[in-house]
Nanobody, 124 residues
């Protein structure tokens, strides 16, 4: 069984930074592609960023490109999302997800395991 636990969310002013972490249980973390998604109130869940099993490939939503950086540490079974230059429209619950495929994907249906989410609120 794979379990994902996000942390690092909080309240920050516009222009500030936050670093989200996703701790993953299970010995096969290094085989999984990982992703971050978010859901704002009244909106559908949307793709934020994804990373391949070895970190060699990364993908970003256009809305966060140049501001967010996804990374992973397979030795620590942990994935990260560094968020800089935050905007009020980044306010959402952020979810990490794991895919049994080693290849990064922006499609949520390709992820089998999900965390419980962490709230990020950006004030103007």
């Amino acid at each position: 069984q794979v379990q994902l636990v996000e942390s690092g969310g909080g309240l920050v002013q516009a222009g500030g930074s936050l670093r989200l972490s996703c701790a993953v249980s299970g010995r096969t973390f290094s085989r999984y592609a990982m992703g971050w998604f978010r859901q704002a109130p009244g909106k559908e869940r949307e793709f934020v960023a994804a990373i391949s099993w070895n970190g060699g490939s990364t993908y970003y939503a256009d809305s966060v490109k140049g501001r967010f950086t996804i990374s992973r540490d397979n030795a620590k079974n942990t994935m990260y999302l560094q968020m800089n230059s935050l905007k009020p429209e980044d306010t959402a619950v952020y979810y990490c997800a794991a895919s049994p495929s080693p290849y990064a994907s922006r499609w949520s249906h390709e992820y089998d395991y999900w965390g419980q989410g962490t709230q990020v609120t950006v004030s103007s």
